[in-house]
């Protein structure tokens, strides 16, 4: 059974950066997407970036040019460079890993920006 968990969130000043890491217990062989969502208090829970086979990384408008989505491709997993933070980002982020037989999710990590 894979798990996924999170990490690198925390509290940063407006402006900074934060490396979100998605760790995963178990091996995921192969998968059709993977990414980051993320969901402020109050909130639907929202794409912030997402890969598929065939059609790229594909990013939400309000964090384009700020943040990078990468892969580890031995370990099949995401990670989210963010960069110019904003208040706004402030929300707890989850990765997702799409495979053939299910979807996986991490429990989420918190992001904070405020000054």
């Known amino acids: 059974q894979v798990q996924l968990v999170e990490s690198g969130g925390g509290l940063v000043q407006p402006g900074g950066s934060l490396t979100l890491s998605c760790a995963a217990s178990g091996n995921i062989f192969s998968f059709n997407n993977m990414g980051w969502y993320r969901q402020a208090p109050g909130k639907q829970r929202d794409m912030v970036a997402s890969?598929?086979?065939?059609?790229?990384?594909q990013y939400a408008d309000s964090v384009k040019g700020r943040f990078t989505m990468s892969r580890d491709d031995a370990k099949n997993t995401p990670t989210l460079q963010m960069n110019s933070l904003k208040p706004e980002d402030t929300a707890v982020y989850y990765c997702?890993?799409?495979?053939?037989?299910?979807?996986?999710w991490g429990q989420g990590t918190q992001v904070t920006v405020s000054a």
């Open positions: 997702y890993v799409d495979t053939p037989s299910r979807e996986y």
């Open positions: 890969f598929a086979w065939g059609g790229g990384t």
